[in-house]
């Protein structure tokens, strides 16, 4: 659907087939599965990314035929900074980390040559 300024509609097809450039994805390691058993990578991004953001994204880039995308989001920690030597100084500090978003995507089985690690 297009409205009457030419501008598309929020909620079609057209809007989430949009790709956006300035999309960060980390990848964090698995810890004690791998790649080859699971078919699973893991990546850190902006809480505002959407999983059709993170499909997308991965298609336009890498290439890549995604088959699921599952979100978690995680809030930051509460960390403090103790300046001196005294623990009730007024120089003590706390702080929050920021919050983000732990994407774990399943890929194809048939893709596990291409994006395995090549041990030399």
Same mark, same amino acid.
């Given at each position: 659907?297009?409205?009457?300024?030419?501008?598309?509609?929020?909620?079609? =097809?057209?809007?989430?087939?949009?790709?956006?450039?300035?999309?960060?994805?980390?990848?964090? =390691?698995?810890?004690?599965?791998?790649?080859?058993?699971?078919?699973?990578?893991?990546?850190?991004?902006?809480?505002?990314?959407?999983?059709?953001?993170?499909?997308?994204?991965?298609?336009?880039?890498? $290439?890549?035929?995604? $088959?699921?995308?599952?979100?978690?989001?995680?809030?930051?920690?509460?960390?403090?900074?103790?300046?001196?030597?005294?623990?009730?100084?007024?120089?003590?500090?706390?702080?929050?980390?920021?919050?983000?978003?732990?994407?774990?995507?399943?890929?194809?089985?048939?893709?596990?040559?291409?994006?395995?690690?090549?041990?030399?």
């Amino acid at each position: 659907m297009i409205n009457p300024l030419n501008k598309p509609v929020l909620g079609t =097809r057209l809007m989430n087939s949009v790709f956006f450039p300035n999309i960060k994805l980390q990848v964090i =390691r698995n810890s004690g599965k791998t790649f080859e058993n699971t078919n699973k990578i893991m990546f850190k991004t902006d809480c505002s990314v959407g999983k059709t953001d993170i499909k997308t994204y991965m298609k336009a880039l890498y $290439d890549v035929n995604v $088959d699921k995308v599952n979100t978690i989001n995680v809030q930051g920690r509460i960390k403090s900074k103790t300046k001196g030597l005294q623990k009730r100084s007024k120089l003590n500090s706390k702080y929050k980390t920021p919050d983000y978003k732990k994407a774990i995507i399943t890929v194809d089985p048939s893709l596990r040559a291409q994006l395995s690690r090549g041990k030399n």
